[in-house]
């Protein structure tokens, strides 16, 4: 609590640090670019949370039907929720229609508070694990890019999203629940103009964050959405492409990453002997990625290093 | 009566500020370090040593599991390395006493808020050669039950020892220790201190090659990394606070 009461007056001199120094330092300048015939992206900063950014480091969405629009994740805080919905009143106007969240990672999930009124759909799990972790993810990303977050609070969506194709407003969508970034990861493919939002299961040219991630599960996941006929993927984090290249360099990274873990632990290494290697040139060149594989040692290694020992034998040689 | 106090006062600050003023200021500029020398150093000799090399990142992704490793192999000759996180609310993480082994080591610890992290490294001149970097964290490793409480995963596993070998080009071998254990601090509500408190290393033939001695901030279920001069089947045996034995033999 006290902690707590800590945060909000750090946040509180942050901002009004600053407001001086910046004009419209609240303002994340969201710029909705279309995409396909009635899909939007709002692309985020491929950089790690900041109090530059104020966490707009990832990518929403909208898509456009005869009974509104339909978003694609909020963002990381109430702020940017509430300017994501103005932007997209000016482009696209009319109501809400639908909201979901493709997973339980606060800068997906944050922005909700701007869509109080609407359905907040995502799969059973996200709900679950936003019900149980949310103020924590809060807390941290307060920690992280401070007075950007004022006023934001955790709003759970209060709707199950249920797998398979779904029509909206005369738009026929379909929902995929897999599993890989995070223990429940939504895809949502607007089958219309093809255009996939893969949620945090593609990244482009930023390096993907594994906080949660099961890689071998990701990779099945990969493989499903390669197998989708798809013309345009719009990853978590990095630019809007064209099939299937966002999927293809997640997952060749995910591979060199899971194969220098395992290769690590077999030959012995100690976790900080791990971090210091380096990711070759193929993966040092996306961003963050030096920061990023750092993390990934910390979420991955220790189970991965388990597997490589044994009971030892009790009895005296 | 009172003026020989003042004066064996007066001469008391006198020498620690004389003391203050021979050490070398404290490269990383911690507010705690006078009193770190003081309480976990014997107020001993202190010098800063690039050759005392602390491996950890910059922050700390997970408050209760922090990488570190210490490499003091450039000195030559190590009978202790000391690891202290100065403001941590229990700064002492661990001391290790190398033997036979080479003086490098590698764990995991547990941190509470951004915090210098260094090794002291004691030579044979009673010198304390210190090695460090600042740590960023966020903090609550330090107060968080530990998982293995909750579980019950340590009622049938407690001091369970796993391990691995793996033969080094310098004819010694790695050695990679496991376990099974709380580690609890003593600081998160309701839950005493209990922790691993020795680990000894002993070759196959018996001798005695290292001694660990491991404090409340090192990570549940701890792994340590040593570097042994021989090759061959390691024995391990220990015991926690409450006296509860560690034993174990890990084999090539």
Known sequence: MKNRHGLIALALGVSVVSTALVAGPDDYGLVPRAVAEGVWVVEGARESFSRENGGNIVNTGFVATDDGIVVIDTGPSRRYGEQLRAAAARVAPGKVARVFVTHAHPDHFLGDQAFGDVPILALPGTRAAIARAGEKLSANLYQLVGGWMLGTEVVTPAVDAVPGPVRIGGRDFRLLALSGHTSDDLAILDERTKTLFAGDLAFLDRTPTTPNADLPRWLDALDTLQRLDVRLIVPGHGPVVAAPRAIVQTRAYLRWLGDTLHSAAGRGMDMNEVMRLSPPPEFASLSVSREEFVRSVVHLYPRIEEESLRKASTGKP | ?252
Not at chain 2, 14 to 23: F, I, K, N
Not at chain 2, 146 to 175: C, I, Y
Not at chain 2, 227 to 252: F, M, S
């Open chain 2, 1 to 252: 009566m009172r003026a020989r106090a003042f004066a064996v006062v007066l001469g008391l600050v006198c020498s620690l500020a004389a003391r203050a003023a021979e050490r070398a200021p404290d490269p990383l500029h911690s507010p705690v370090w006078d009193a770190m020398v003081a309480r976990h150093l014997d107020g001993q000799a202190v010098t800063f040593d690039d050759r005392v090399r602390v491996g950890v990142p910059e922050s700390a992704e997970d408050p209760l599991a922090v990488p570190v490793d210490v490499d003091a192999s450039a000195l030559g000759r190590v009978d202790e390395i000391r690891l202290i996180a100065d403001l941590n609310p229990i700064p002492l993480i661990l001391a290790y006493r190398p033997g036979r082994a080479a003086p490098r080591i590698g764990l995991r610890f547990k941190v509470e808020q951004s915090t210098p992290v260094r090794a002291a490294v004691r030579t044979p001149d009673g010198v304390w050669h210190v090695g460090g970097a600042w740590l960023r964290a966020s903090g609550g490793g330090c107060t968080a039950p530990s998982f293995g409480t909750g579980s019950g995963l340590w009622r049938d596993r407690l001091n369970e020892v796993s391990g691995a070998l793996w033969p080094r080009d310098d004819g010694g071998q790695r050695l990679k220790l496991r376990v099974i254990h709380p580690m609890d601090t003593g600081l998160a509500g309701g839950i005493p201190a209990f922790y691993v408190e020795t680990v000894k290393l002993a070759d196959a033939s018996g001798n005695e090659l290292a001694t660990l001695h491991p404090y409340e901030p090192v990570s549940e279920n701890p792994v340590f990394t040593f570097d042994l001069p021989t090759r061959g089947a390691v024995t391990v045996t220990g015991r926690d606070l409450q006296g509860n034995p560690i034993a174990g033999r890990v084999a090539p």
